[in-house]
């Protein structure tokens, strides 16, 4: 009888032992963390999320939301006529702050908003802007979809590679 199931338990290792050397794996690839980021812009969704990930795939930035209040800080963003608003210390240097918002250009189109007319008709013929309390910000810039809209508080060698990235991030698409 031991012999019996001493058999039969060689019988079945070597079956499980057969089977996964078939090639025929079922299991789903698992992230390592060793895999490339994309620096391709197209990868990432054209929304505020999919650029945030895009200028931190760049080093830029830090959006992930267990560093909000370190890394970054929600900006009170309809001030400008945008829809929504986070200030970055910048990754690649400390002595640089960048703000990013986004702009809901339907419904700009639909209700126009005096507050984001301004600013962004300012922005496209200058790069500045005055805001509420009548400081002019200098520095912003509008993505060439008129979508997003980043203000760059530094100046560092990366400055216009971070500028031409921000401005270029789905130019093509509304």
Do not use: W
């Not at 994309?38 to 992930?64: H, M, Q, V």
């Not at 910000?137 to 060439?144: G, N, T, W």
Request: aromatic share 8%.
């Amino acid at each position: 009888m031991k012999r019996i199931i001493a058999l039969l338990l060689c019988v079945g290792i070597f079956v499980v032992a057969a089977a996964g050397c078939t090639g025929k794996s079922t299991k789903k690839a698992v992230a390592t963390g060793d895999e490339a980021i994309s620096t391709n812009a197209a990868d990432y969704e054209n929304n505020f999320k999919g650029l945030c990930t895009y200028l931190s795939a760049l080093g830029y930035i830090n959006p992930k939301e267990k560093n909000k209040g370190i890394t970054y800080s929600v900006m009170d963003a309809e001030i400008i006529g945008a829809s929504e608003g986070r200030r970055f210390v910048a990754q690649h240097t400390k002595n640089t702050v960048i703000e990013i918002y986004e702009y809901d250009l339907q419904a700009l189109q639909s209700t126009p908003d005096e507050a984001a007319t301004d600013v962004r008709a300012s922005v496209q013929k200058d790069n500045t802007f005055v805001n509420l309390v009548g400081e002019t910000v200098k520095d912003a810039y509008l993505s060439d979809n008129g979508r997003f809209l980043m203000i760059y508080s530094g100046n560092d060698d990366s400055k216009e590679e971070v500028i031409n990235n921000f401005k270029s991030f789905h130019a093509n698409d509304k």
